[in-house]
């Protein structure tokens, strides 16, 4: 079993900047990929940045150059450091997790809005 707790939510302006963090608990050691996932009012939920336990990492387009995901394996955290935050970021972003079965976090929101 593998808890994720997501923190670092918020209301910001556009252009602005957040960090999320995700801590992780349980059996860690068998952590592969962890992911940011996000679900915006109305919409399907989407796979916004991965990192692999080695460290390669990809993104969504509309994010590239502007979201940066990245893990600190002796903090058993993922981050995601948003910049240029846009309006259409608005969502409420997900951790998730493979480890022998998929484990998600409950979730924050994040409010881009003037």
């Known amino acids: 079993q593998v808890q994720l707790v997501e923190s670092g939510g918020g209301l910001v302006q556009p252009g602005g900047s957040l960090r999320l963090s995700c801590a992780a608990s349980?059996?860690?050691?068998?952590?592969?990929?962890m992911r940011w996932y996000r679900q915006a009012p109305g919409k399907e939920r989407e796979l916004v940045a991965s990192i692999t336990s080695i460290g390669l990492t990809s993104y969504v387009d509309t994010v590239k150059g502007r979201f940066t995901i990245s893990r600190d394996n002796a903090k058993n955290t993922v981050y995601l450091q948003m910049d240029s935050l846009k309006p259409e970021d608005t969502a409420v972003y997900y951790c998730?997790?493979?480890?022998?079965?998929?484990?998600w976090g409950k979730g924050t929101l994040v409010t881009v809005s003037s």
């Open positions: 998730y997790c493979y480890a022998a079965g998929a484990y």
């Open positions: 349980g059996i860690i050691s068998s952590i592969n990929v």
